[in-house]
């Protein structure tokens, strides 16, 4: 706890309580989930909590996920790249262990000089969802799940891409163990480390496991009852993990399909809707077909989810590596369904009673960003209360073995659907629609014309 000081910022405050640190990392969420800014010396660092803010170019978050400017828009060097004002997200001001001198870090926030909020900006826009649901006296309570892989430090500095070898004497695993104890005993170190790390920056880390993979892994979020802070706990336990990853020498990886034959890694978001009085309003009678209790407001929530979907999938899989993981049979949803407590659907209810009836939507890769992700989810939420759509009949068994709507599961088409809905554009604004969907077109066709090793592999010699 900071000591309080009569008329103290946060930043005299905690500069105050740690007279050592002599930097500060500000950082900016981009539209790929990818964190950028500028390192503070620890006397600029007020100028984050005052009116002068610190000035960076509006272009910062609308950049491909190379870093590189995108040409196809009127945004970086053909509008001039101007600097906007960014302000410290308040409660987000903390060390980072794992630097080698003693550092903080900060989130922040953009916004336009006459202090409105920065168009571009992934809080602002998830704000502005979550302003929605105010409106219908409702608040989202958001818990966030991410999947990620440890993998050879060594191996990767020669371009060579396998699991991490155990930080603790062991014998490498290359197969699936999932739940498997002696995969948390191999990787003890770095991720004691990391529930440390998160301790210091009171990130609510709350479990660790094992997932379906060698080298790979979950960590659950607690809930939290503002969808913001949810998502700013989020991106900072993603930088978190590689942090301390990078100290102990192994890359940590949220991509989303790192290796073709194994499974790929996920973002789950848990969400939940309180009243004013605080009661949970997705609690309700049970659904006999699933197990589970499901009200009225919790169908039409799943209705609204059903029906924009296809169209959220540009933001729920952003690059193309993203549509490598929706594949059936993984564990990773391709089609628009829902269900108990089933794995295989895109919607699961896990919840058991009214205190925990909540949706775990479980489409979104590990490597999409958590504030679009959010913002999509709430908004085909309010969609479908607002316009009390019903959703099909939930997926008993295997979703995969079951018909469904079919979602775009290749990038150009998933941008299409995207370009052409109106759900989420009606949420987004059509000016940030248009620059996302701009910036993951001019990405999508750079790709493409790229000329990958499995065309040499494929047609070289046959073609």
């Not at 197969?175 to 005993?185: F, I, K, P």
Request: glycine content about 8%; aromatic content about 8%; some cysteine.
């Amino acid at each position: 706890m900071l000591k309080q000081r009569a008329g103290a910022t946060e930043a005299e405050l905690f500069l105050d309580a740690h007279p050592e640190i002599a930097a500060v990392d500000m950082l900016l969420p981009d539209m790929n989930g990818i964190l950028r800014g500028k390192q503070l010396a620890r006397d600029y660092l007020g100028k984050l909590y005052n009116s002068d803010g610190v000035r960076m170019p509006g272009s910062i978050y609308l950049l491909d996920s190379t870093g590189q400017n995108v040409t196809a828009y009127a945004y970086g060097t053909r509008d001039g790249d101007p600097d906007y004002l960014c302000h410290a997200v308040p409660g987000t001001l903390a060390c980072v262990p794992w630097s080698k001198r003693p550092a903080a870090q900060v989130l922040a926030s953009m916004y336009e000089n006459d202090g409105a909020p920065f168009f571009a900006d992934p809080r602002h826009v998830l704000a502005a969802v979550v302003g929605r649901l105010a409106e219908l006296r409702l608040k989202p309570v958001v818990a966030i799940e991410y999947e990620f892989y440890l993998l050879d430090g060594e191996a990767a500095a020669r371009g060579e891409i396998r699991p991490a070898k155990p930080t603790t004497p062991a014998y490498p695993t290359r197969q699936t163990n999932v739940g498997g104890m002696e995969d948390l005993a191999d990787f003890e170190p770095v991720l004691a480390d990391i529930h440390v790390a998160c301790e210091a920056q009171s990130l609510p880390a709350e479990t660790v496991v094992s997932e379906y993979a060698a080298g790979q892994f979950e960590i659950n979020l607690h809930y939290c009852a503002d969808a913001l802070t949810a998502c700013d706990q989020a991106i900072l336990l993603e930088r978190c993990i590689k942090q301390v990853a990078r100290k102990h020498g192994i890359v940590a990886t949220f991509m989303a399909k790192p290796f073709a034959e194994q499974a790929g890694s996920g973002l789950h978001v848990h969400v939940s809707l309180l009243d004013e009085a605080g009661r949970n309003v997705f609690g309700g009678p049970l659904d006999k077909r699933i197990k589970r209790p499901v009200s009225e407001t919790m169908r039409h929530a799943i209705g609204g989810l059903i029906a924009a979907m296809p169209e959220s999938m540009a933001l729920f899989a952003p690059n193309a590596n993203s549509y490598r993981r929706l594949r059936p049979g993984t564990y990773a949803p391709t089609r628009a369904n829902w269900g108990g407590n089933n794995r295989t659907v895109s919607i699961r209810l896990p919840g058991h009673d009214d205190a925990s009836a909540r949706i775990e939507h479980r489409v979104a890769g590990a490597d999409a960003n958590p504030y679009l992700v959010t913002a999509a989810v709430l908004a085909g939420i309010h969609h479908g209360i607002t316009h009390r759509l019903e959703p099909p009949p939930p997926v008993v068994g295997d979703a995969y073995a079951q018909e469904a709507p079919e979602m775009p599961v290749r990038w150009s088409r998933a941008l299409d659907v995207f370009q052409q809905g109106r759900i989420i554009r009606s949420y987004l604004g059509d000016r940030y629609a248009d620059a996302f969907a701009t910036a993951r077109r001019f990405e999508c066709d750079n790709y493409h014309y790229q000329i990958q090793p499995l065309d040499y592999q494929w047609y070289l010699r046959n073609a």
